[in-house]
């Protein structure tokens, strides 16, 4: 695996020392209000109307992003990938950033292609994600109304969230409802039209893979509608789930594996026990592992992803979660037989809201953190290389970097946030910190 990232960081640094080719090939697009990005790490922007009438493949092909494009050729640094650069500053050459991740996905037929492309051409992607709603029946703590109903519904029975300070502390003062403009069953919604006329076109002979994020989708209609669409299709895909679903919902699910070559459940968790139910609200931790469990056993082809969201408030136990998952691991393969390797884990540093960053806590906690999670990632050969590439790049991280580039928060406006954030939100979910957070962010918590 390192032989193949190098190999891949070698070929697009030869192009430019700031080329990714996850802006080309890759797209992130929330259908429910119109906004696009090359991948999770920068913020979405707004897909124009006026070139979206002219060509549904400006649903991808946005000018803000061929301008970001003739940018990376140019070796210029896109703001908006400030993730990448801040890991690449560390100057590690054993650390690999997202950047050599992403374009690792692509052959090095493909990805000198784009070389030889017109600065303004108009691209398929290759890996394409959707998000068709906000419907959804949880509520997590980073996530907000415009990507969670329950989040929506929450605002608008209790109220904003109030003496908020910082950028994405205003976030938690709105219901969301413009992340829905076409409201909760997408009547009328020209965005989702021209995304069908667009695979239906023949995006869908282009793909690689496809994959249907949320909300929840299991809960969407529109999903469904896709879903019903399939015909033994060349590309793989793949669905974002929380997994609080019902027996049924999850058989439905588990059952699309015989449209594809290659089906792909991606989950979230990374913190343990009550400490995940309260980063996670709406989660039972217990249910949530029987659930993956029961997906992967019963149907073994299928392959499991946990992404996991780095945060001040999901740092705390990150080391049992990752020894829990680790020994549900091994079980699952003594169930199961075969080369399969179920739970495939990834690690995110949460950016936004930055009130939530774990470069909120003190340093002396972060090394502490660091080391607890050093120590269950060395003492075990159950990782695969990516894995343990993704956690030493989580513990350099935490030991090294005290802030993100595109953070422009006061600290005492972040601390001020995450108090007010914390409080309030314990007391909406009905979740009192003492009984749900270990004893160590308490401690903390009681300080600030």
């Not at 469904?224 to 699910?253: C, G, H, P, Q, Y």
Request: aromatic share 12%.
């Amino acid at each position: 695996m390192s032989t193949q990232l190098t190999r891949t960081r070698d070929l697009i640094d030869a192009i430019s020392p700031s080329f990714c080719a996850a802006k080309w090939y890759n797209a992130s697009i929330w259908l429910s209000n119109g906004r696009t990005a090359s991948c999770h790490h920068p913020l979405a922007h707004f897909i124009p109307t006026a070139e979206l009438m002219k060509n549904p493949s400006a649903l991808h092909n946005t000018s803000t992003k061929k301008t970001f494009r003739i940018e990376m050729l140019e070796g210029k640094r896109p703001e908006e990938c400030s993730y990448c650069w801040r890991v690449e500053d560390l100057n590690d050459p054993n650390i690999y950033s997202d950047r050599v991740y992403k374009s690792m996905v692509y052959s090095p037929g493909d990805i000198m292609d784009i070389t030889s492309l017109a600065p303004d051409a108009n691209v398929d992607p290759k890996n394409l994600e959707i998000c068709f709603d906000n419907l959804c029946n949880m509520a997590c703590s980073y996530c907000n109304s415009e990507f969670s109903s329950t989040w929506s519904s929450d605002i608008a029975s209790n109220g904003p969230y109030k003496d908020m300070k910082t950028n994405g502390g205003h976030t938690y003062e709105n219901d969301g409802q413009h992340g829905m403009p076409f409201g909760s069953k997408n009547e009328g919604n020209f965005y989702i039209k021209k995304f069908f006329d667009w695979f239906n076109g023949g995006l869908r002979k282009s793909l690689q893979e496809l994959r249907v994020s949320g909300g929840e989708p299991t809960r969407s209609p529109d999903f469904w509608k896709l879903v019903d669409s399939f015909n033994r299709e060349s590309f793989n895909f793949a669905v974002n789930t929380n997994l609080m679903i019902d027996e049924e919902r999850l058989t439905k699910l588990i059952n699309i594996k015989d449209q594809f070559r290659k089906f792909d459940i991606y989950t979230s968790g990374e913190a343990h026990g009550k400490n995940a139910n309260f980063v996670r609200s709406g989660l039972d931790y217990d249910t949530w592992k029987k659930n993956l469990y029961t997906l992967q056993t019963s149907a073994p082809s299928i392959n499991t992803h946990i992404m996991m969201t780095v945060s001040a408030l999901s740092v705390w136990t990150i080391d049992k979660f990752l020894e829990d998952i680790l020994q549900l691991r091994q079980e699952t393969k003594e169930q199961i037989k075969g080369n399969t390797i179920p739970y495939h884990m990834s690690v995110n540093i949460l950016r936004f809201p930055s009130f939530q960053s774990v470069n909120l806590l003190p340093q002396d906690i972060k090394t502490a953190l660091a080391a607890k999670i050093e120590a269950v990632v060395e003492s075990t050969t159950l990782l695969t290389e990516l894995e343990k590439n993704n956690f030493v790049r989580c513990i350099a991280y935490l030991r090294e970097v005290d802030k993100s580039y595109e953070d422009t928060d006061t600290t005492e406006n972040k601390i001020n946030d995450f108090k007010q954030f914390v409080n309030q939100y314990s007391t909406r979910r009905n979740m009192p910190i003492e009984q749900y957070m270990p004893e160590e962010f308490i401690n903390w918590f009681n300080t600030l």
